[in-house]
């Protein structure tokens, strides 16, 4: 009988939730979307290195969207903000409510010296990661300045696929990183 009446709770719940955001979120309820390219996100450096295309739901009047960040894969020595699938991943999730953002980030410059080093593929991890906190650190403080892209700063994601996921996994549990 516990269990029953939990999962009723749960479920009494779980409706409660979602039926407050009208399919917001969940299902791709704007026709189009607005595309802000070549945005340069670092507050030290410049560069192709330092551009995020952002996506945000065309007509949307909400002031307090999630936030997602996507990284692009190609193995820390190759790959593009506008891959293919990051560009369908982002538009798809602008057309459920979110702005999204596709970032490029440092690359290793040498492939060899990168897949022949431990310590340059450690080295250019971490500026990868320092990259992607610096397109978090771009959005708080246009939040506080103009708050140009509606966003919610305490809501904000971070994902990708490949070297991208390794990205925001490291963006979740490293703290201290100096900017390299």
Known sequence: MKKI???????????FIFSQCNGRYTEEIFDSVTIIPNVDYSDLYDGNSYLMDV???YGDTEINRPLILYMHGGSFYSGDKTTQDCVSFCKSMAKRGYVT??????????LMGFLLSNKTQYETVLKAVSDAKAAVRYFRKNFTTENSYGIDPN?????????????AIHQAYIDNTIDL
């Open 101 to 110: 953002a596709s970032l490029n980030y440092r690359l290793a410059t040498n």
């Open 55 to 57: 996506y945000m739901p």
């Open 155 to 167: 809501t904000i994601f971070s994902g990708g696929y490949s070297a991208g996921a390794v990205i």
């Open 5 to 15: 009446l939990l999962l009723a709770i749960l479920l009494t719940m779980h409706n």
